[in-house]
T-cell receptor, first 113, second 112 residues
Framework: DQQVKQNSPSLSVQEGRISILNCDYT??????FLWYKKYPAEGPTFLIS?????DKNEDGRFTVFLNKSAKHLSLHIVPSQPGDSAVYFC????????????FGKGTRLHILP | DAGVTQSPTHLIKTRGQQVTLRCSPI?????VSWYQQVLGQGPQFIFQ???????GRGNFPDRFSARQFPNYSSELNVNALLLGDSALYLC???????????FGEGSWLTVV
């Protein structure tokens, strides 16, 4: 069963516009969420995280929003740049437990010139 | 500072063989995790080690095993390789008690 779902396999956005990547989860016990970015032939790179006690976390051009009642989070990238073209993975975990992190299947973001 | 380093970066094995993958964590990180990523999927958790003890195990057969050494480096072993074991194997490290993990570049395993 897919506990973390990224329902859009790909997304194309014009350079300079906002990119919005979405993620849904099924386990209400998750209390920590992360986004990773992956280029081909490289390992995933940590982007930003959010704990369940917050509904928003911002780091430069990246903002993650969490809607616990809807079990939904989103990553906003503003403005989108060519280097943002990559696969983005949403992930969920249990805070302060040394345990596994569960990843979605990823969304491929294409930034168009 | 050096990130997570993995070796080898690429390897080809035949069915039935055994493989050992190696990982050195970020300096100061005591927790190491292993993930498998197949094409079109997100990373899937295999093992987590902290202070040389197994802290978590994913849904993988007993052919998969791992260990962590006193210097916190780690090895992942896979026995009796199957074609379906072909994947990118990712090692990640984290400081104790923190959920954010940092990945290495991965080891690409092809089983033929």
């Amino acid at each position: 069963d897919q506990q973390v779902k990224q329902n859009s396999p790909s997304l194309s956005v014009q350079e300079g516009r906002i990119s919005i990547l979405n993620c849904d989860y099924t386990n209400s016990m998750f209390d920590y969420f992360l986004w990773y970015k992956k280029y081909p032939a490289e390992g995933p790179t940590f982007l930003i995280s959010i704990s369940s006690i917050k509904d928003k976390n911002e780091d430069g051009r990246f903002t993650v929003f969490l809607n616990k009642s809807a079990k939904h989070l989103s990553l906003h990238i503003v403005p989108s740049q060519p280097g943002d073209s990559a696969v983005y993975f949403c992930a969920a975990a249990f805070m302060n437990r040394d345990d596994k992190i569960i990843f979605g299947k990823g969304t491929r973001l294409h930034i168009l010139p | 500072d050096a990130g997570v380093t993995q070796s080898p970066t690429h390897l080809i094995k035949t069915r039935g063989q055994q493989v050992t993958l190696r990982c050195s964590p970020i300096s100061g990180h005591k927790s190491v995790s292993w993930y498998q990523q197949v094409l079109g999927q997100g990373p899937q958790f295999i093992f987590q080690y902290y202070e040389k003890e197994e802290r978590g195990r994913g849904n993988f057969p007993d052919r998969f095993s791992a260990r962590q050494f006193p210097n916190y480096s780690s090895e992942l072993n896979v026995n009796a390789l199957l074609l379906g074991d072909s994947a990118l194997y990712l090692c990640a490290s984290s400081p104790a008690g923190r959920n954010t993990i940092y990945f290495g570049e991965g080891s690409w395993l092809t089983v033929v």
